[in-house]
């Protein structure tokens, strides 16, 4: 080692010069004490002053920057926003089917996937959205031909949250999968597909919440409750979804604060 290395990292025990052995070679294993810390002195003396390490720029994900909000939801349309007594039945409806799927959850996940279900890896982001949504939403077609001799093609149309299927999702992949899905509505439309997904995805997740399924509900609650005042006309159905996403954060997983006021 160099003196100038030497002054900033002192030994912490002496080592003095030994006479090793002539046979004395520091590929294999030291067979005294003295060997093993002669080892030692050589591998330091090798190592460089200054490491890089290689990151592989592919693994980053494309949005680095987040943005934290600390602010409510948006006030529902007027006349649009939900009684306490429905947000109250919608929460007791989700408690009830997630209790189902947690007492469930083994038998599902025995169960045989059909040979056209590929669930994609954890870390797939467009082949879980494609997954999820279909093809037909994912590249924004307007619509398909139809062909009534066909079955569903689900790579269009995209597969449903299936028992089958969400039961063999660790809390890693639902959370990734709930990562993926909350980052495309911030820039798309509420569709049915993403709904039911978002639902499934929300009964999976398990209590008390990480940070960062905390911070994704959150996100998907204050998004809700910016689509549903940006509603041109109205949709019933649509509102309706949009109110039960929000009714679900805020008093099922505690959000308070994000809450609906009865109307």
Same mark, same amino acid.
């Given at each position: 080692m160099e003196a100038g290395v030497e002054e900033l990292m002192p030994r912490l025990l002496p080592v003095e010069d030994w006479d090793l052995a002539e046979d004395f070679d520091p590929a294999v294993p030291p067979r005294t004490p003295q060997e093993y810390l002669k080892r030692v002195q050589i591998e330091a003396a090798r190592c460089p002053d200054v490491v890089v390490a290689k990151i592989d720029?592919?693994?980053? +994900?494309? +949005?680095?920057?987040?943005?934290i909000s600390i602010s409510g939801c948006q006030p529902a349309p007027e006349g649009y926003s939900p009684t306490l007594r429905w947000q109250q039945q919608q929460v007791a409806n989700f408690s009830a089917v997630r209790q189902s799927l947690n007492k469930h959850r083994n038998h599902w996940r025995s169960q045989n996937l059909d040979s056209n279900v590929i669930m994609p890896n954890s870390e797939d982001e467009e082949g879980w959205k494609k997954f999820c949504l279909g093809e037909r939403i994912y590249s924004e077609i307007e619509a398909l031909p139809s062909n009534e001799n066909i079955?569903?093609?689900?790579?269009q149309v995209g597969f449903p949250p299936l028992l089958s299927i969400v039961s063999r999702m660790n809390q890693a992949t639902v959370t990734s999968v709930l990562e993926y899905l909350i980052s495309w509505f911030? /820039? +798309? +439309?509420?569709?049915?597909? *993403?709904?039911?997904?978002?639902? &499934? *995805?929300?009964?999976? *997740? /398990?209590?008390?919440? *990480?940070?960062? &399924?905390?911070?994704?509900i959150r996100q998907l609650a204050r998004r809700c409750s910016e689509v549903r005042v940006l509603e041109e006309n109205k949709n019933e159905e649509q509102i309706s979804a949009l109110n039960l996403m929000i009714c679900l954060v805020s008093r099922y997983f505690n959000q308070r604060d994000l809450a609906d006021e009865p109307s």
């Open positions: 720029p592919r693994k980053l +994900k494309k +949005k680095q920057t987040v943005n079955g569903i093609d689900y790579m911030g /820039e +798309k +439309k509420f569709t049915p597909e *993403l709904g039911r997904w978002l639902y &499934a *995805l929300l009964a999976c *997740l /398990e209590k008390p919440l *990480l940070p960062e &399924a905390h911070s994704l």
